[in-house]
Nanobody, 130 residues
Framework: QVRLVESGGGSVPPGGSLRLSCAASGFALDNYAIGWFRQAPGKEREGVSAITWPDGRIDYADSAKDRFSISRDVVQNTVYLQMNSLKREDTAVYSC???????????????????????WGQGTQVTVSS
């Protein structure tokens, strides 16, 4: 019973910061990736950042790479997304998701293949406005 629980969303002014958390449980995998995705009203879901087990690979979307930082707590199986210098266009529902195929036969190193993320959290709202 895979469970992914996000927290840390809220409303901040432009230039502010938020730290999102994703607590993952209910699975036993040697290789996997946990990613952060976001979806704004009327827009398609897009990858923001991802991190892998056991090797700790990290990737960022171009819009996030200079402002956001992803990290993991291996013991607690929790992923964090520190978001700084937030912009209005960052407003979206942010969801974390589990990719159980990472590192398996036939998988690639691409971390933002949405169809490979089989399990999703409920999402947390991030609103950036003045």
């Amino acid at each position: 019973q895979v469970r992914l629980v996000e927290s840390g969303g809220g409303s901040v002014p432009p230039g502010g910061s938020l730290r999102l958390s994703c607590a993952a449980s209910g699975f036993a995998l040697d290789n996997y990736a946990i990613g952060w995705f976001r979806q704004a009203p009327g827009k398609e879901r897009e990858g923001v950042s991802a991190i892998t087990w056991p090797d700790g690979r990290i990737d960022y979307a171009d819009s996030a790479k200079d402002r956001f930082s992803i990290s993991r707590d291996v013991v607690q199986n929790t992923v964090y997304l520190q978001m700084n210098s937030l912009k209005r266009e960052d407003t979206a529902v942010y969801s974390c998701a589990l990719n159980p195929y990472y590192g398996g036969a036939g998988d690639t190193d691409e971390l933002f293949i949405v169809d490979e993320y089989d399990y999703w959290g409920q999402g947390t709202q991030v609103t950036v406005s003045s």
